[in-house]
């Protein structure tokens, strides 16, 4: 099981990125997908999921403003982020979580990307 989260770079306040993550090796719509993020010195928080029937959720300090979404014919999870703040400064990374049913708690997932770093700066 792979995968890879891309999408990541350096925006000002106020701009907007796209990550991806694929997913390979699983029967991706039976997953719940989430985002999680950590900055410097911070724990592990999470962002933003989506469960197996496609509902989404979000953590309070991104909603608004994220948007998660998946291609299920792509095996490819999204995360939108517009109006970006320096305090989303961090490495994000996407888990899938075999249950299919949307967790908030990191260690509820079940495999892990290799994280993507988005920098907003001021």
């Known amino acids: 099981v792979q995968l890879q989260a891309s999408g990541g770079g350096s925006v000002q306040a106020g701009g907007s990125l796209r990550l991806s993550c694929v997913v390979s090796g699983r029967t991706f719509r039976k997953d719940a997908m989430g985002w999680f993020r950590q900055a410097p010195g911070k724990e592990r928080e999470f962002v933003a999921g989506?469960?197996?029937?496609?509902?989404?959720y979000y953590a309070d300090s991104v909603k608004g403003r994220f948007t998660c979404s998946r291609d299920i014919a792509k095996n490819t999870v999204y995360l939108q982020m517009n109006s970006l703040k320096p305090e989303d400064t961090a490495v994000y990374y996407c888990?899938?979580?075999?249950?299919?049913?949307?967790?908030?708690?990191?260690?509820?997932?079940?495999?892990w990307g290799q994280g993507t770093q988005v920098t907003v700066s001021s």
């Open positions: 989506i469960n197996r029937l496609g509902y989404t």
């Open positions: 888990a899938a979580e075999a249950t299919g049913w949307t967790s908030r708690r990191g260690d509820d997932y079940d495999y």
